[in-house]
Nanobody, 127 residues
Framework: QVQLVESGGGLVQAGGFLRLSCAAS????????MAWFRQAPGKEREFVAG????????YYADSVKGRFTISRDNAKNTLYLQMNSLKAEDTALYYC????????????????????WGQGTQVTVSS
């Protein structure tokens, strides 16, 4: 059974930082592209950042570019999202997602492109 478990969320002040983690099991992690999505109450789930199977190609939503960094450790089956300079509008439930891919680049940003999802971890940024 494929399982993705997010952790690291919490309450921080604007301008602060957090690091989210996603532990994957039940799949050969290195065969999957990974991504972070987020969803605020009453809003659609949106793409935040993606990373290819090897970790040498990344892509970011314009809203987080320059502030967030996605990375992965294939030896530990873990995905990360370093979140710096947090803003109130970053407040959302953050989801880890996976899709089979051995492409060298990241091109998939739609929710329906991903097959597996975690339960989410809450990030709340106070101003």
């Amino acid at each position: 059974q494929v399982q993705l478990v997010e952790s690291g969320g919490g309450l921080v002040q604007a301008g602060g930082f957090l690091r989210l983690s996603c532990a994957a099991s039940g799949l050969t992690f290195r065969l999957y592209a990974m991504a972070w999505f987020r969803q605020a109450p009453g809003k659609e789930r949106e793409f935040v950042a993606g990373i290819n199977w090897s970790g040498d190609s990344t892509y970011y939503a314009d809203s987080v570019k320059g502030r967030f960094t996605i990375s992965r450790d294939n030896a530990k089956n873990t995905l990360y999202l370093q979140m710096n300079s947090l803003k109130a509008e970053d407040t959302a439930l953050y989801y880890c997602a996976a899709r089979w891919s051995q492409s060298r680049t990241v091109t998939r940003v739609a929710v329906n492109d991903y097959n597996y999802w975690g339960q989410g971890t809450q990030v709340t940024v106070s101003s």
